[in-house]
Protein backbone atom coordinates (compact mmCIF):
# COMPACT_ATOMS: atom_id res chain seq x y z
CA UNK A 1 0.00 0.00 0.00
CA UNK A 2 1.58 3.45 -1.22
CA UNK A 3 2.52 5.68 2.23
CA UNK A 4 1.15 9.16 2.54
CA UNK A 5 2.63 11.64 -0.21
CA UNK A 6 3.52 15.59 -0.27
CA UNK A 7 3.96 17.77 -2.94
CA UNK A 8 6.59 19.52 -3.29
CA UNK A 9 8.81 18.67 -1.13
CA UNK A 10 10.60 21.90 -1.22
CA UNK A 11 9.24 25.21 -1.66
CA UNK A 12 11.17 28.80 -1.78
CA UNK A 13 8.54 31.88 -1.71
CA UNK A 14 9.41 35.59 -0.90
CA UNK A 15 6.67 37.56 2.18
CA UNK A 16 3.79 38.32 1.41
CA UNK A 17 3.34 35.49 -1.23
CA UNK A 18 0.81 32.53 -0.53
CA UNK A 19 1.32 29.16 -0.66
CA UNK A 20 -0.42 25.82 -1.35
CA UNK A 21 0.74 22.17 0.30
CA UNK A 22 -0.78 19.14 -1.10
CA UNK A 23 -1.00 15.72 0.46
CA UNK A 24 -2.25 12.29 -0.59
CA UNK A 25 -3.22 10.28 2.03
CA UNK A 26 -2.86 5.96 2.25
CA UNK A 27 -6.34 4.47 0.20
CA UNK A 28 -8.92 4.11 2.35
CA UNK A 29 -7.62 6.95 4.89
CA UNK A 30 -10.62 9.17 5.74
CA UNK A 31 -8.57 11.85 8.03
CA UNK A 32 -5.53 14.02 7.38
CA UNK A 33 -3.87 16.20 9.70
CA UNK A 34 -1.72 18.80 9.13
CA UNK A 35 1.74 19.99 11.76
CA UNK A 36 4.21 22.85 11.38
CA UNK A 37 7.70 21.55 12.23
CA UNK A 38 10.37 24.34 13.25
CA UNK A 39 13.75 24.29 15.45
CA UNK A 40 12.22 26.39 18.00
CA UNK A 41 8.63 25.21 18.40
CA UNK A 42 9.24 21.53 17.43
CA UNK A 43 6.48 19.80 15.84
CA UNK A 44 2.95 21.54 16.50
CA UNK A 45 -0.75 20.52 15.42
CA UNK A 46 -2.44 22.73 12.50
CA UNK A 47 -5.55 21.35 11.84
CA UNK A 48 -7.51 18.13 11.05
CA UNK A 49 -9.82 17.15 7.89
CA UNK A 50 -12.23 14.29 7.76
CA UNK A 51 -14.81 13.51 5.47
CA UNK A 52 -14.02 17.26 3.55
CA UNK A 53 -14.78 19.02 7.13
CA UNK A 54 -12.43 20.83 9.52
CA UNK A 55 -12.76 18.26 12.83
CA UNK A 56 -9.99 20.06 14.99
CA UNK A 57 -7.70 22.73 14.98
CA UNK A 58 -4.61 23.94 16.67
CA UNK A 59 -3.93 27.89 17.88
CA UNK A 60 -2.57 28.94 14.35
CA UNK A 61 -3.29 32.25 12.95
CA UNK A 62 -6.15 32.54 10.18
CA UNK A 63 -3.39 32.96 7.50
CA UNK A 64 -3.23 29.04 7.65
CA UNK A 65 -6.14 27.52 6.20
CA UNK A 66 -7.06 23.69 4.45
CA UNK A 67 -9.53 21.66 2.68
CA UNK A 68 -10.34 18.11 2.36
CA UNK A 69 -11.37 16.90 -1.47
CA UNK A 70 -14.01 14.03 -1.60
CA UNK A 71 -11.59 11.52 -2.31
CA UNK A 72 -9.69 12.73 0.77
CA UNK A 73 -6.58 14.59 -0.48
CA UNK A 74 -5.67 17.61 1.22
CA UNK A 75 -4.38 21.27 0.61
CA UNK A 76 -3.03 23.72 2.71
CA UNK A 77 -2.73 27.11 2.23
CA UNK A 78 -0.66 29.79 4.05
CA UNK A 79 -1.22 33.47 2.85
CA UNK A 80 0.69 36.65 3.27
CA UNK A 81 3.89 34.65 4.02
CA UNK A 82 6.17 35.72 6.74
CA UNK A 83 9.23 35.00 7.54
CA UNK A 84 8.89 33.01 10.58
CA UNK A 85 6.37 30.46 8.49
CA UNK A 86 9.76 28.86 7.27
CA UNK A 87 9.39 25.07 8.78
CA UNK A 88 8.89 21.67 7.35
CA UNK A 89 4.89 20.80 7.03
CA UNK A 90 3.89 17.27 7.59
CA UNK A 91 0.73 15.08 6.68
CA UNK A 92 -0.49 12.44 8.41
CA UNK A 93 -3.68 10.07 7.76
CA UNK A 94 -5.30 7.72 9.35
CA UNK A 95 -8.56 5.60 8.88
CA UNK A 96 -10.43 7.64 11.06
CA UNK A 97 -8.73 10.28 13.12
CA UNK A 98 -6.70 11.73 15.34
CA UNK A 99 -7.16 9.28 18.30
CA UNK A 100 -5.68 6.48 15.74
CA UNK A 101 -2.14 5.27 14.53
CA UNK A 102 -1.26 8.08 11.99
CA UNK A 103 1.66 7.72 9.39
CA UNK A 104 3.08 10.73 8.54
CA UNK A 105 4.47 11.85 5.03
CA UNK A 106 7.95 12.83 4.45
CA UNK A 107 6.60 16.61 4.63
CA UNK A 108 7.47 19.89 2.59
CA UNK A 109 10.23 22.14 3.55
CA UNK A 110 9.03 25.70 3.15
CA UNK A 111 12.04 28.61 2.82
CA UNK A 112 10.58 32.37 3.20
CA UNK A 113 12.94 34.92 2.25
CA UNK B 1 4.35 26.73 27.52
CA UNK B 2 5.57 23.45 26.41
CA UNK B 3 3.37 20.62 27.68
CA UNK B 4 5.63 18.08 27.06
CA UNK B 5 8.93 17.72 26.90
CA UNK B 6 11.83 16.15 26.43
CA UNK B 7 14.96 17.11 28.88
CA UNK B 8 17.80 14.90 26.85
CA UNK B 9 18.24 16.58 23.34
CA UNK B 10 20.60 13.56 22.87
CA UNK B 11 21.53 10.44 24.23
CA UNK B 12 24.46 8.26 23.79
CA UNK B 13 24.40 4.29 23.93
CA UNK B 14 26.43 1.06 23.32
CA UNK B 15 24.64 -1.46 20.61
CA UNK B 16 23.36 -4.39 22.52
CA UNK B 17 22.43 -1.91 25.89
CA UNK B 18 19.44 -0.92 26.58
CA UNK B 19 18.17 2.89 25.80
CA UNK B 20 15.55 4.86 28.00
CA UNK B 21 14.14 7.30 26.44
CA UNK B 22 12.28 10.16 28.70
CA UNK B 23 9.60 12.21 28.58
CA UNK B 24 7.39 14.43 30.73
CA UNK B 25 4.05 16.45 30.75
CA UNK B 26 2.31 18.88 32.22
CA UNK B 27 -1.12 18.54 31.13
CA UNK B 28 -3.49 16.33 33.11
CA UNK B 29 -6.33 15.97 30.52
CA UNK B 30 -3.76 13.53 28.52
CA UNK B 31 -4.58 10.04 28.35
CA UNK B 32 -3.10 8.87 25.13
CA UNK B 33 0.53 8.88 24.60
CA UNK B 34 2.65 7.99 21.68
CA UNK B 35 6.34 7.52 20.39
CA UNK B 36 7.11 7.98 16.99
CA UNK B 37 10.40 7.84 15.59
CA UNK B 38 12.23 9.89 12.42
CA UNK B 39 15.43 9.10 10.50
CA UNK B 40 16.18 12.52 8.60
CA UNK B 41 14.31 13.34 5.22
CA UNK B 42 11.53 10.81 6.18
CA UNK B 43 8.43 11.87 8.33
CA UNK B 44 7.91 10.20 11.81
CA UNK B 45 7.29 7.05 11.90
CA UNK B 46 4.18 5.64 14.75
CA UNK B 47 6.74 3.04 16.87
CA UNK B 48 4.59 2.42 20.67
CA UNK B 49 1.45 4.30 21.93
CA UNK B 50 0.18 3.80 25.76
CA UNK B 51 -3.14 4.52 27.26
CA UNK B 52 -3.51 6.18 30.45
CA UNK B 53 -5.42 3.19 31.70
CA UNK B 54 -2.36 1.25 31.44
CA UNK B 55 1.08 1.76 33.08
CA UNK B 56 2.95 -0.66 30.61
CA UNK B 57 2.51 -2.01 26.90
CA UNK B 58 5.44 -3.71 25.14
CA UNK B 59 5.76 -4.52 21.47
CA UNK B 60 8.90 -6.48 20.53
CA UNK B 61 12.25 -4.26 21.78
CA UNK B 62 10.28 -1.79 22.67
CA UNK B 63 8.72 -0.58 26.41
CA UNK B 64 7.05 2.39 27.15
CA UNK B 65 6.15 2.77 30.73
CA UNK B 66 3.97 5.55 31.95
CA UNK B 67 3.52 7.08 35.36
CA UNK B 68 0.63 9.59 35.84
CA UNK B 69 1.28 10.68 39.19
CA UNK B 70 4.54 11.95 38.37
CA UNK B 71 3.41 12.73 34.67
CA UNK B 72 5.89 10.85 33.35
CA UNK B 73 6.62 7.94 30.68
CA UNK B 74 9.78 6.42 29.34
CA UNK B 75 10.46 4.62 26.25
CA UNK B 76 12.73 1.36 26.78
CA UNK B 77 14.68 -0.04 23.72
CA UNK B 78 16.31 -3.37 24.13
CA UNK B 79 18.29 -4.42 23.29
CA UNK B 80 19.53 -1.38 21.18
CA UNK B 81 20.64 -1.73 17.58
CA UNK B 82 22.66 0.52 15.25
CA UNK B 83 19.62 1.22 12.91
CA UNK B 84 17.29 2.44 16.44
CA UNK B 85 19.63 5.62 15.56
CA UNK B 86 17.02 8.47 15.06
CA UNK B 87 15.18 11.45 16.60
CA UNK B 88 12.32 10.02 19.20
CA UNK B 89 9.66 12.32 19.61
CA UNK B 90 6.92 11.67 22.54
CA UNK B 91 3.55 13.02 21.67
CA UNK B 92 0.25 13.51 23.90
CA UNK B 93 -3.05 13.51 22.96
CA UNK B 94 -6.31 14.50 25.33
CA UNK B 95 -9.69 12.66 24.95
CA UNK B 96 -11.06 12.77 21.32
CA UNK B 97 -8.15 14.66 20.12
CA UNK B 98 -9.52 18.10 19.96
CA UNK B 99 -6.03 19.37 20.08
CA UNK B 100 -4.48 16.98 18.20
CA UNK B 101 -1.06 15.35 18.83
CA UNK B 102 1.15 17.98 21.32
CA UNK B 103 4.68 16.47 20.60
CA UNK B 104 8.12 17.33 22.47
CA UNK B 105 11.16 18.21 21.16
CA UNK B 106 12.50 15.10 20.21
CA UNK B 107 15.77 13.26 21.66
CA UNK B 108 18.08 11.97 19.22
CA UNK B 109 19.30 8.68 20.05
CA UNK B 110 22.76 7.08 18.65
CA UNK B 111 23.53 4.20 19.00
CA UNK B 112 27.51 3.02 19.29
CA UNK B 113 29.27 0.06 17.34
Known amino acids: KAGVTQTPRYLIKTRGQQVTLSCSPI?????VSWYQQTPGQGLQFLFE???????NKGNFPGRFSGRQFSNSRSEMNVSTLELGDSALYLC????????????FGPGTRLLVL | DQQVKQNSPSLSVQEGRISILNCDYTNSMFDYFLWYKKYPAEGPTFLISISSIKDKNEDGRFTVFLNKSAKHLSLHIVPSQPGDSAVYFCAAMGVGGADGLTFGKGTHLIIQP
Open chain 1, 92 to 103: ASSLRGIQETQY
Open chain 1, 49 to 55: YFSETQR
Open chain 1, 27 to 31: SGHRS
